[in-house]
């Protein structure tokens, strides 16, 4: 019997697929982006059944981040992590950009100002 994971989006994988819709509806149109909407949503739907069939992404697991596996539907990279009987989505990544850069963006972003008082 399969295994089935509930898939959880966190609110940058969210992000990042509006944006990336946005773009292309901006770019090619909307029936372009509805389609590619429907493509990646059936990606999404395979993780619930077969995630550990997808691979670790080899530029973090070559920093030692060896939990974050990716689903590739070219050109877009959704990256995730197992979490018990859950799949996190963490990211709707272009594979064109440099991921190095995105993730120190994120992380920038993500972090808290600081003031003195």
């Known amino acids: 019997m399969?295994?089935?994971?509930?898939?959880?989006?966190?609110?940058?994988?969210?992000?990042?697929?509006?944006?990336?819709?946005?773009?292309v509806v901006e770019r090619e149109g909307l029936d372009?982006?509805?389609?590619?909407y429907d493509?990646?949503?059936?990606r999404?739907?395979?993780l619930s059944r077969f995630p550990r069939r997808c691979r670790y992404v080899p530029e973090?697991?070559?920093?030692?981040?060896s939990e974050i596996r990716e689903s590739i539907d070219p050109p877009y990279r959704l990256m995730f992590r197992l979490a018990g009987d859950q799949?996190?989505?963490?990211?709707?990544?272009d594979s064109r950009?440099?991921?190095e850069a995105l993730l120190v963006q994120r992380?920038?972003?993500s972090s808290p100002s600081r003031r003195r008082l």
């Open 87 to 93: 799949v996190i989505l963490l990211g709707v990544l």
């Open 2 to 23: 399969t295994e089935t994971f509930e898939v959880v989006w966190s609110e940058s994988a969210v992000g990042d697929l509006d944006d990336i819709l946005d773009l």
């Open 44 to 46: 999404v739907a395979e």
């Open 60 to 65: 973090l697991k070559a920093i030692g981040l």
């Open 97 to 99: 950009r440099d991921l």
């Open 107 to 109: 992380a920038l972003e």
């Open 39 to 42: 493509a990646l949503r059936r």
């Open 32 to 36: 372009r982006a509805l389609a590619l």
